[in-house]
């Protein structure tokens, strides 16, 4: 138990967690505005404005250079740490989420494809003849099953959340 109060105790840990927090609070309530819904996924989900991902490390970097100064190593290790994070979220997480998109408009095509074929009257397939994705396990109750979109962000949701984790890095007290 006493290394969870030396955890909690650490300021900079404090700040990242705290950075990620609000950034997941801010994601879910403008997900929940532009929606008209509640989604609680949001609270803990990747992707979306702003970049808890962004704040988490950028708030950790601020933290880090007024401990320790902007002329320290750690300071540079954690800058380009953070700068590794926003660009993968910008760069291959956003590729990733974009492809998912795709794939679930393929699959959810390809079903209404043989969903029209079995349904045809002048033709005569049994289910064992379509070999769709429900015969390798990617279908679920509503015809497939979806892959997650939200993955990375645009270039403003990092931003966003840059900033997000300099505000909140630099109002926290050390």
């Known amino acids: 138990m006493q290394i969870l ?7 900079l840990l404090n700040i990242a967690v705290i950075s990620w927090f609000f950034a997941q609070l801010i994601k879910t309530v403008l997900n929940w ?7 609680p996924e949001r609270l803990t989900g990747s992707g979306g404005m702003p970049s808890s991902h962004s704040s988490f490390v950028v708030s950790l970097a601020i933290g880090v250079a007024r401990m320790e100064g902007y ?9 380009v740490f953070a700068a590794v994070v926003m660009y993968d979220a910008m760069g291959v997480r956003r590729a990733a989420g974009e492809q998912a998109k795709t794939l679930n408009h393929l699959i959810g095509n390809f079903q209404d494809f043989f969903d029209f074929l079995k349904e045809h009257p ?5 289910d064992e003849d379509f070999h769709t994705g429900a015969d ?4 679920s109750g509503d015809g497939h ?11 403003l949701e990092v931003l966003a959340g840059a900033l997000l984790g300099i505000l909140i890095a630099m109002i ?3």
Do not use: Q, W
């Open 71 to 79: 002329d320290s190593p750690l300071f540079a290790l954690s800058l």
């Open 33 to 39: 505005v532009e929606n008209g819904r509640l989604d």
């Open 122 to 126: 002048l033709l005569d397939f049994d």
């Open 145 to 155: 099953k979806t892959l997650k979109e939200f993955l990375g962000h645009t270039p």
């Open 136 to 139: 390798h396990g990617i279908s």
């Open 5 to 11: 109060s030396v955890i909690a105790s650490n300021p």
């Open 172 to 174: 926290y007290p050390l």
